[in-house]
């Protein structure tokens, strides 16, 4: 078969010439890919916010891969030792794909002037014969730390059984336009029922149970069973495919999912009319002020 292309080819030489990064080279190990994965889901795609619309690399921890939309916030530890960045969406892509995520990579970044000014803002990522040069999103990234809870008053684990089908079922709902809400209750022991809501009336129209391992771990004091509260579906169940353990402080503050390997997804709630309300000196000694990212 003959292929004729009707297109007049341009010369090699128009042809952009490849970046050359110069700079400090780190070992990047191959663990921290599937972390990538895991975290750049929650990243930002609005225009208006750039600086979200990707995943910072920081060595603060010993190494954290963070990324969130405003709504809810992942967070993966990763062994990196070099300069924070934000790696853009795109980029992390590509960097999930088998071709880079099986095999240790090294990192080579830029080095900042004199007035500690990148005069080059790319880093290349090399692993075995694939290189991704990669424009790094320039900005300053949010305190992510606001508002990640630092204590909780309740912990449920939901079992490996059940929770596919759990995570199915949330994707599955669709609003039709509508602003929808899953009311997550504990009226029976053991037992999370999650109630499906629209937000514009309040008006129910699914409920399904769920087997939860409770555990209570405030000392004061405590109801015996997890607060009363409220999240958009799709989120909640990016938030259980990152860990299986949700950990509540009441119906008002941020609500985090943990999963193995140190990763975690903070996840904002919806307004509920029943949810459980903080009182004031419990709410202050479970978890800071939470602040949207």
Not at 11 to 22: G, I, Q
Not at 89 to 94: E, G, K, S
Not at 144 to 158: F, G, K, M, N
Not at 248 to 255: C, E, R, T
């Amino acid at each position: 078969m003959n292929v004729v292309s009707v297109h007049k080819p341009e010369p090699a030489a128009e042809f952009p010439a490849r970046l050359s990064v110069e700079g400090r080279v780190t070992a990047l190990p191959k663990e921290t890919f599937p972390a990538l994965g895991i975290t750049a889901g929650c990243a930002s795609t609005d225009a208006s916010r750039y600086v979200l619309n990707g995943v910072l690399f920081t060595p603060e921890d010993g190494g954290m891969l963070i990324a969130t939309d405003g709504r809810r916030l992942a967070g993966a530890p990763a062994r990196f030792t070099g300069r924070a960045f934000i790696l853009p969406n795109a980029a992390a892509h590509v960097l999930v794909h088998p071709d880079f995520a099986t095999r240790d990579a090294t990192i080579r970044q830029a080095d900042d002037n004199n007035d500690n000014e990148r005069t080059n803002p790319y880093a290349e990522f090399r692993s075995g014969p694939h290189t991704l040069i990669a424009k790094e999103i320039e900005g300053s990234y949010p305190n992510y730390r606001q508002v990640i809870p630092d204590a909780h008053l309740s912990e449920a684990t939901i079992s490996e059984t059940h929770r596919p089908a759990l995570i199915a079922w949330l994707r599955s709902l669709t609003g039709d336009g509508n602003r929808l809400s899953v009311r997550l209750s504990w009226e029976s022991p053991g037992l999370l029922t999650l109630t499906l809501t629209c937000v514009d009336n309040e008006s129910k129209s699914a409920t399904i149970q769920v087997p939860v391992k409770v555990t209570e771990t405030y000392t004061g004091k405590g109801t015996g069973k997890p607060p009363v509260i409220a999240f958009e579906p799709a989120y909640l169940a990016s938030a259980l495919e990152i860990g299986p353990v949700l950990r509540l402080i009441d119906g008002m503050s941020p609500g985090l999912t943990a999963g193995p390997g140190g990763v975690y997804c903070v996840l904002m709630p919806m307004r509920c009319a029943d949810a459980t309300i903080p009182e004031p000196s419990t709410a202050r000694e479970a978890a800071p002020e939470a602040a949207a990212a």
